[in-house]
């Protein structure tokens, strides 16, 4: 065989050009009949990780659950609520949920649906910020008699290898019974920034509250968002390895999950004993990767009272060894197993700390403390407006006071009585007294509270004693119950029942009117005075009782209007029209402004939580309803309450609650006042949204309402 | 001889002339200054009688103005220049004044805030827990939102219990008239931790317009009355914000003219005060 190169390319001769030919297709024959070989094996690769995948999903989904959360947050001064969704997976017979802390955080109620659709009720059994897990627990008794929960295992993460095969099981954005498929991209990751001191990120997750201190994550890339928060992580032999707790929307897909090993232990407490204990040591380390240090880890801060504090232990410390045991954390990586271990001691453990100041070698014993809860109880006070929060030792620790007896005040309602106290109170102030009663919590305080508002009448002023930056102070408020406040009249003024577009000159040219400017009639509202008269869409209006109507602009719509508002209610207008051409001369009685939508009267309903407004002739109008509609108008809808949840909308036109018609706002208020005595479980509102009429079933909760 | 005897006449006549002339710029100069004098005590005049026979009417109204953005709610404290207006305390404002700041800077905005907002949902804004001060009392009596013509910018406000007091006001029945080239005074009241002392501007009416209705143009607080000259109260300070719909092009002008105080001829004002008296507050959110 021989190949001849020319300036055209390769050519090669006959013969080589037959033996090439036939070796290629001797080499092509091998090469297909192993990609022939291989097929089968590919596919059965596919086709067992397929299977593998199906079984893992077909061991957890039936148990995994979607949870809605109402939540109470405050916010100036007023509690509000709202509604989040997340994630959880059955995990007892009895009908424990785990979750994370953030989806049951500041949880007033909670729902969940399980994988056949049907909604039940949960209580919160207990929650742990530290490692952000809780357990929530379903209602049982709506189940049938004979019914089990279908229940997920617990899994080792201690097993998982990088590149192992992880799902992500949840409700990503809402969308129930999703789950994606991804591998371990790390099985030990802290969540550190490369450019924050390791302290600085501690603090940076809240300082009453440092989650992800004590453990590492799993981090994978199974896709997860907002939803599969408390959602589980499933190895492919169906077993929960993790909780999906965070992910990250910046460098693609990357889930963080608290892993089984954490889990499994902090579920187990909650059930028990609804909450975590841990020892406490008021130590803040620092790995000695920048320090100049070899060995040993660094203080970095000590709590004052604490434990380390009480042991002589002080900010620049090395500390050694612990327990006789060297220690060196030179990685940031490194901290969470410390902390770990020092929290899960007894309470009340004695530990022996080696450790160097200033070259000098020496030792100490500490006696740990319990960790004490981080955040208090929340409440709002309604009718002295403001909100509080139980101070915990943590909280008082963290804003130095002397000590966590008094309430703390988090947000003040402006224009209430909290705010125009003399001196008005503040957010950050601490109630110590109420009408020189000592508060020490916020169940006396409560207490004090309710003891005044239930009074009738109301006291006139209410003494509190509180606490501002180290100084003791005293104001006076009036207790007021929260005001409907009220719509002026507006004064009533002519108006012909039209509307109009100014005409000028080049328009006027157009529609074959010359240089006659005026104002073009472009409706004529039904049941007014006008449309019983001769007017008629079309007519080009050039004069108001012989007063010639020119526009000052293409835009100058309401010049009309303002002309007519000039004259009296009741007077006949005298319109001069062209129309087709010719001029007419059409006589309107002028009768009072319609209330417009801005006037129109509003009504809140505080049980519900929501309000609506009265429907006006420009509703009617506009929206095309028959001429005798009745209703009133959704103008607000607070999420997290009864309405909200019930799915109640803005711009809903509420018809009907129950069997009663609203027709008026006095109707609706006394519906919600009977409803209000009657306490059903659930109230039937009907209503029009867009075109069509939809049922909603308002579920109540009437116990939540305490008296505020 | 006879030229010299001339020329003395004529040298003897332009003395005369020249010190005719110098005492009379001499007068004229001094009864200029007199006047000018004169002019200064009449002014000071008028603004002592101002400050001591129409100030007492002069208000402030505290309220809280809640704003609903978006669906966030936002509530500020605010304040307003008022006038009283009866003896049994109802009190007129400007409608404007009663606004969120929010509210109000979209309302004078108009058509730019409109243009750059587009899309968005409106402002809802609400006024409550109104209080009237009367002068630098210590007291604030609850007052209510009984009437307003959002045409003419006009809100009258009405103290809930004024225990039989009767409140000194200002009576715009018995009016001056004003023209272009007029000048007029104004007060109003300053902040609380100014004592709410009562304060007088002044300035001249720098024209008329008929479109969108017959007003005067000055400056001035709007909210505030206007005097003439003489201390007679002549009309109302009110702001005229583009109507719905209309849309202005930006200008430095149009933005400028913004800060001018429009004047309602107290004529107009009465009118409305007669169907305002009656008007009570109804039953809302």
Same mark, same amino acid.
């Given at each position: 065989?021989?190949?001849?190169?020319?300036?055209?390319?390769?050519?090669?001769?006959?013969?080589?050009?037959?033996?090439?030919?036939?070796?290629?297709?001797?080499?092509?024959?091998?090469?297909?009949?192993?990609?022939?070989?291989?097929?089968?094996?590919?596919?059965?690769?596919?086709?067992?990780?397929?299977?593998?995948?199906?079984?893992?999903?077909?061991?957890?989904?039936?148990?995994?659950?979607?949870?809605?959360? #109402?939540?109470?947050?405050?916010?100036?001064?007023?509690?509000?609520?709202?509604?989040?969704?997340?994630?959880?997976?059955?995990?007892?017979?009895?009908?424990?949920?785990?979750?994370?802390?953030?989806?049951?955080?500041?949880?007033?109620?909670?729902?969940?649906?399980?994988?056949?659709?049907?909604?039940?009720?949960?209580?919160?059994?207990?929650?742990?910020?530290? $490692?952000?897990?809780?357990?929530?627990?379903?209602?049982? &008794?709506?189940?049938?008699?004979?019914?089990?929960?279908?229940?997920?295992?617990?899994?080792?993460?201690?097993?998982?290898?990088?590149?192992?095969? #992880?799902?992500?099981?949840?409700?990503?954005?809402?969308? $129930?019974?999703?789950?994606?498929?991804?591998?371990?991209?790390?099985?030990?990751?802290?969540?550190?920034?490369?450019?924050?001191?390791?302290?600085?990120?501690?603090?940076?997750?809240?300082?009453?509250?440092?989650?992800?201190?004590?453990?590492?994550?799993?981090?994978?890339?199974?896709?997860?968002?907002?939803?599969?928060?408390?959602?589980?992580?499933?190895?492919?032999?169906?077993?929960?390895?993790?909780?999906?707790?965070?992910?990250?929307?910046?460098?693609?897909?990357?889930?963080?999950?608290?892993?089984?090993?954490?889990?499994?232990?902090?579920?187990?407490?909650?059930?028990?004993?609804?909450? #975590?204990?841990?020892?406490?040591?008021? *130590?803040?380390?620092?790995?000695?990767?920048?320090?100049?240090?070899?060995?040993?880890?660094?203080?970095?801060?000590?709590?004052?009272?604490?434990?380390?504090?009480?042991?002589?232990?002080?900010?620049?410390?090395?500390?050694?060894?612990?327990?006789?045991?060297?220690?060196?954390?030179?990685?940031?990586?490194?901290?969470?197993?410390?902390?770990?271990?020092?929290?899960?001691?007894?309470?009340? &453990?004695?530990?022996?700390?080696?450790?160097?100041?200033?070259?000098?070698?020496?030792?100490?014993?500490?006696?740990?403390?319990?960790?004490?809860?981080?955040?208090?109880?929340?409440?709002?006070?309604?009718?002295?407006?403001?909100?509080?929060?139980?101070?915990?030792?943590?909280?008082?620790?963290?804003?130095?006071?002397?000590?966590?007896?008094?309430?703390?005040?988090?947000?003040?309602?402006?224009?209430?009585?909290?705010?125009?106290?003399?001196?008005?109170?503040?957010?950050?102030?601490?109630?110590?007294?109420?009408?020189?009663?000592?508060?020490?919590?916020?169940?006396?305080?409560?207490?004090?509270?309710?003891?005044?508002?239930?009074?009738?009448?109301?006291?006139?002023?209410?003494?509190?004693?509180?606490?501002?930056?180290?100084?003791?102070?005293?104001?006076?408020?009036?207790?007021?119950?929260?005001?409907?406040?009220?719509?002026?009249?507006?004064?009533?003024?002519?108006?012909?029942?039209?509307?109009?577009?100014?005409?000028?000159?080049?328009?006027?040219?157009?529609?074959?009117?010359?240089?006659?400017?005026?104002?073009?009639?472009?409706?004529?509202?039904?049941?007014?005075?006008?449309?019983?008269?001769?007017?008629?869409?079309?007519?080009?209006?050039?004069?108001?009782?012989?007063?010639?109507?020119?526009?000052?602009?293409?835009?100058?719509?309401?010049?009309?209007?303002?002309?007519?508002?000039?004259?009296?209610?009741?007077?006949?207008?005298?319109?001069?029209?062209?129309?087709?051409?010719?001029?007419?001369?059409?006589? #309107?009685?002028?009768?009072?402004?319609?209330?417009? *939508?801005?006037?129109?009267?509003?009504?809140?309903?505080?049980?519900?939580?929501?309000?609506?407004?009265?429907?006006?002739?420009?509703?009617?109008?506009?929206?095309?309803?028959?001429?005798?509609?009745?209703?009133?108008?959704?103008?607000?809808?607070?999420?997290?309450?009864?309405?909200?949840?019930?799915?109640?909308?803005?711009?809903?036109?509420?018809?009907?609650?129950?069997?009663?018609?609203?027709?008026?706002?006095?109707?609706?208020?006394?519906?919600?006042?009977?409803?209000?005595?009657?306490?059903?479980?659930?109230?039937?509102?009907?209503?029009?949204?867009?075109?069509?009429?939809?049922?909603?079933?308002?579920?109540?909760?009437?116990?939540?309402?305490?008296?505020? | 001889?006879?030229?010299?005897?001339?020329?003395?006449? !004529?040298?003897?006549?332009?003395? !005369?002339?020249?010190?005719?002339?110098?005492?009379?710029?001499?007068?004229?100069?001094?009864?200029?200054?007199?006047?000018?004098?004169?002019?200064?005590?009449?002014?000071?005049?008028?603004?002592?009688?101002?400050?001591?026979?129409?100030?007492?009417?002069?208000?402030?109204?505290?309220?809280?103005?809640?704003?609903?953005?978006?669906?966030?709610?936002?509530?500020?404290?605010?304040?307003?220049?008022?006038?009283?207006?009866?003896?049994?305390?109802?009190?007129?404002?400007?409608?404007?004044?009663?606004?969120?700041?929010?509210?109000?800077?979209?309302?004078?905005?108009?058509?730019?805030?409109?243009?750059?907002?587009?899309?968005?949902?409106?402002?809802?804004?609400? %006024?409550?827990?109104?209080?009237?001060?009367?002068?630098?009392? %210590?007291?604030?009596?609850?007052?209510?939102?009984?009437?307003?013509?959002?045409?003419?910018?006009?809100?009258?406000?009405?103290?809930?219990?004024?225990?039989?007091?009767?409140?000194?006001?200002?009576?715009?029945?018995?009016?001056?008239?004003?023209?272009?080239?007029?000048?007029?005074?104004?007060?109003?009241?300053?902040?609380?931790?100014?004592?709410?002392?009562? +304060? !007088?501007?002044?300035? +001249?009416?720098?024209?008329?317009?008929?479109?969108?209705?017959?007003?005067?143009?000055?400056?001035?607080?709007?909210?505030?009355?206007?005097?003439?000259?003489?201390?007679?109260?002549?009309?109302?300070?009110? %702001?005229?914000?583009?109507?719905?719909?209309?849309?202005?092009?930006?200008?430095?002008?149009?933005?400028?003219?913004?800060?001018?105080?429009?004047?309602?001829?107290?004529?107009?004002? !009465?009118?409305?005060?007669?169907?305002?008296?009656?008007?009570?507050?109804?039953?809302?959110?």
């Amino acid at each position: 065989m021989g190949m001849v190169c020319s300036r055209k390319g390769f050519r090669l001769s006959g013969c080589s050009a037959w033996a090439t030919g036939l070796l290629a297709l001797a080499v092509g024959s091998v090469g297909l009949a192993n990609a022939r070989a291989e097929e089968p094996k590919a596919k059965s690769v596919t086709a067992e990780l397929k299977d593998a995948i199906a079984r893992a999903r077909d061991r957890v989904f039936p148990a995994l659950v979607s949870i809605v959360t #109402v939540r109470e947050y405050q916010q100036n001064g007023r509690q509000r609520l709202a509604r989040s969704g997340g994630s959880g997976t059955i995990i007892s017979e009895q009908g424990h949920v785990v979750t994370n802390a953030h989806v049951s955080e500041d949880g007033a109620r909670f729902k969940v649906i399980l994988s056949d659709k049907r909604e039940l009720d949960a209580k919160l059994i207990g929650e742990d910020p530290l $490692s952000d897990i809780a357990v929530i627990q379903i209602d049982l &008794s709506k189940l049938g008699p004979d019914e089990k929960l279908p229940v997920a295992q617990f899994g080792d993460s201690s097993e998982l290898d990088i590149g192992d095969y #992880v799902m992500a099981m949840g409700a990503p954005w809402g969308m $129930s019974r999703s789950m994606s498929l991804g591998v371990i991209n790390n099985n030990d990751r802290v969540l550190a920034n490369f450019f924050m001191d390791d302290a600085d990120y501690e603090a940076s997750l809240n300082s009453d509250q440092p989650t992800g201190s004590y453990y590492r994550w799993l981090q994978h890339d199974a896709a997860i968002a907002p939803g599969n928060s408390g959602g589980p992580l499933v190895n492919l032999k169906g077993e929960i390895v993790g909780v999906n707790t965070r992910g990250s929307f910046f460098g693609g897909d990357m889930g963080f999950a608290s892993p089984s090993s954490v889990v499994q232990d902090i579920a187990a407490q909650l059930v028990t004993g609804g909450e #975590v204990v841990r020892s406490h040591v008021g *130590i803040k380390f620092k790995p000695i990767k920048t320090t100049g240090h070899d060995y040993g880890v660094f203080v970095n801060s000590v709590d004052e009272g604490s434990p380390a504090d009480k042991a002589g232990i002080k900010p620049g410390d090395l500390i050694t060894a612990v327990d006789g045991q060297s220690i060196t954390i030179r990685y940031v990586e490194e901290l969470p197993e410390l902390m770990r271990n020092l929290s899960t001691r007894k309470v009340g &453990s004695q530990i022996k700390i080696a450790y160097e100041r200033d070259g000098q070698k020496t030792e100490t014993v500490l006696t740990t403390e319990k960790y004490e809860k981080d955040r208090g109880d929340r409440e709002e006070l309604k009718k002295w407006g403001f909100t509080v929060q139980d101070l915990t030792p943590r909280m008082a620790h963290n804003r130095r006071l002397p000590s966590d007896e008094g309430v703390l005040v988090t947000g003040v309602d402006v224009g209430r009585p909290a705010q125009k106290a003399k001196p008005p109170l503040q957010a950050g102030d601490v109630v110590l007294a109420v009408n020189g009663v000592g508060v020490v919590d916020l169940a006396v305080l409560m207490k004090a509270y309710q003891q005044s508002t239930n009074q009738d009448p109301m006291p006139k002023y209410v003494r509190i004693d509180f606490e501002r930056e180290a100084g003791r102070y005293v104001t006076i408020l009036e207790p007021k119950d929260e005001e409907q406040s009220e719509r002026p009249a507006e004064l009533a003024k002519a108006w012909i029942g039209i509307e109009v577009q100014p005409v000028v000159k080049d328009m006027a040219k157009e529609i074959g009117i010359q240089d006659q400017e005026g104002f073009r009639v472009t409706r004529i509202y039904e049941q007014t005075k006008v449309a019983a008269s001769d007017l008629k869409v079309g007519d080009v209006i050039t004069a108001l009782n012989d007063r010639p109507q020119k526009p000052r602009s293409d835009e100058d719509y309401a010049a009309f209007q303002r002309e007519v508002k000039k004259l009296d209610i009741g007077s006949q207008a005298g319109l001069t029209v062209l129309r087709n051409g010719q001029e007419a001369k059409v006589s #309107v009685e002028l009768e009072p402004a319609k209330k417009t *939508i801005a006037e129109a009267e509003r009504l809140k309903n505080r049980d519900f939580d929501f309000e609506v407004r009265e429907i006006t002739f420009f509703d009617i109008a506009n929206r095309r309803w028959k001429p005798d509609t009745k209703g009133l108008l959704v103008t607000e809808v607070e999420q997290g309450g009864w309405a909200g949840v019930g799915h109640l909308r803005l711009d809903d036109l509420l018809l009907r609650i129950d069997d009663v018609e609203i027709d008026s706002l006095k109707t609706f208020k006394q519906v919600m006042e009977q409803i209000a005595e009657k306490r059903p479980e659930k109230v039937r509102f009907l209503v029009l949204r867009d075109i069509e009429t939809r049922f909603l079933f308002v579920e109540t909760d009437w116990d939540s309402l305490v008296v505020k | 001889m006879q030229n010299l005897m001339l020329s003395k006449i !004529v040298g003897l006549a332009a003395s !005369v002339c020249f010190v005719g002339a110098w005492t009379a710029f001499a007068a004229d100069k001094d009864d200029f200054e007199k006047f000018r004098e004169q002019a200064e005590a009449r002014k000071k005049e008028t603004i002592n009688k101002l400050m001591k026979d129409q100030a007492p009417a002069i208000v402030t109204i505290e309220f809280i103005a809640k704003e609903s953005i978006m669906g966030q709610e936002q509530k500020n404290e605010m304040e307003a220049t008022g006038v009283m207006v009866s003896a049994d305390g109802l009190v007129l404002t400007a409608n404007s004044r009663l606004q969120g700041m929010m509210s109000m800077a979209m309302k004078m905005a108009g058509g730019m805030m409109g243009g750059m907002m587009g899309g968005m949902p409106p402002i809802q804004s609400d %006024t409550e827990n109104l209080r009237v001060v009367v002068g630098n009392e %210590t007291v604030e009596y609850e007052a209510k939102l009984v009437a307003r013509d959002s045409d003419l910018d006009l809100a009258w406000v009405r103290i809930v219990d004024p225990k039989d007091r009767k409140y000194s006001y200002l009576d715009f029945n018995d009016a001056a008239k004003l023209e272009i080239g007029d000048s007029y005074y104004t007060i109003s009241r300053m902040a609380k931790r100014f004592d709410r002392v009562p +304060t !007088v501007g002044s300035s +001249t009416i720098s024209a008329a317009i008929e479109n969108p209705r017959p007003l005067l143009v000055g400056a001035g607080s709007f909210g505030s009355p206007v005097f003439d000259s003489n201390g007679k109260v002549a009309g109302f300070i009110i %702001t005229q914000p583009p109507e719905e719909g209309e849309s202005e092009a930006v200008s430095l002008d149009g933005l400028m003219t913004m800060g001018n105080g429009f004047i309602l001829p107290a004529p107009k004002l !009465v009118e409305a005060l007669k169907q305002a008296k009656d008007a009570k507050p109804t039953e809302g959110k």
